[in-house]
């Protein structure tokens, strides 16, 4: 099975500032890799698709990167209504699916 | 639009069995798989299942097989979710989410449901 993996766990960034996540999968998965935003008490959102297409309606700040096994999401001019969960999954092996652990952005 | 309405909470006691519903609207139903996904309290989220709405084929995922039955009825556009032999580890919150295969992502979410498992 692939494994995914996400760094950092958590972070802490201002109103403005800009966030980069990794994503890591433990095999090639080309660019079947999507992220997720989710928000205390809410369902997970769809914000990226095949690692950089971004989903209808989501803000041009979101942006993926990568291919392979290495993957970024990168948001830029933070919005507080972008302190939320992150996660990233993979689609390569399709129907299963595999979710990184989720990277947690606060508020500094 | 796409809408998909899942059941209220439940409180369950271990060995028991719940079937979660998720009710799908705004979308030709029989066109997309849709999948089952669960997140225990504080963690992340885990992939179940999905289920084919035309012909009704399942793919569970290993760590559920043996436990978990999807079903769906087409005059309702309802999906079901079945867990049996419940136990604590199974408390946590089940999504139902629609797969848009152009996108291989799931596009849309059910608000979740609430399964607490508890003596």
């Known amino acids: 099975d692939i494994q995914m993996t996400q760094s950092p766990s958590s972070l802490s960034a201002s109103v403005g500032g800009s966030v980069t996540i990794t994503c890591r999968a433990s095999q090639s998965i080309r660019s079947y890799l999507n992220w997720y935003q989710q928000k205390p008490g809410k369902a997970p959102k769809l914000l990226i698709y095949?690692?950089?297409i971004l989903q209808s309606g989501v803000p041009s700040r979101f942006n993926g990167s990568g291919f392979g096994t290495d993957f970024t999401l990168t948001i830029s001019s933070l919005h507080a209504e972008d302190f939320a969960a992150y996660y990233c999954q993979q689609s390569h092996t399709t129907p299963l699916f595999t979710f990184g652990p989720g990277t947690k952005v606060e508020i500094k | 639009q796409v809408q998909l309405v899942q059941s209220g909470a439940e409180v369950k006691k271990p060995g028991a069995s719940v079937k979660v519903s998720c009710r799908a609207s705004g979308y030709t139903f029989s066109s997309y798989y849709m999948y089952w996904v669960r997140q225990a309290p504080g963690q992340g989220l885990e992939w179940m299942g999905r289920?084919?709405?035309?012909?009704?084929?399942?793919n569970t995922a290993q760590n559920f097989q043996g436990r978990v039955t999807m079903t769906r009825d087409t005059s309702t556009t309802t999906l079901y979710m079945e867990l049996s032999s419940l136990r604590s580890e199974d408390t946590a919150v089940y999504y139902c989410a629609r797969y848009f295969s152009a996108s291989g992502a799931l596009d849309y979410w059910g608000q979740g449901t609430l399964v607490t498992v508890s003596s």
């Open positions: 095949a690692a950089s």
């Open positions: 289920i084919n709405p035309r012909d009704g084929s399942t």
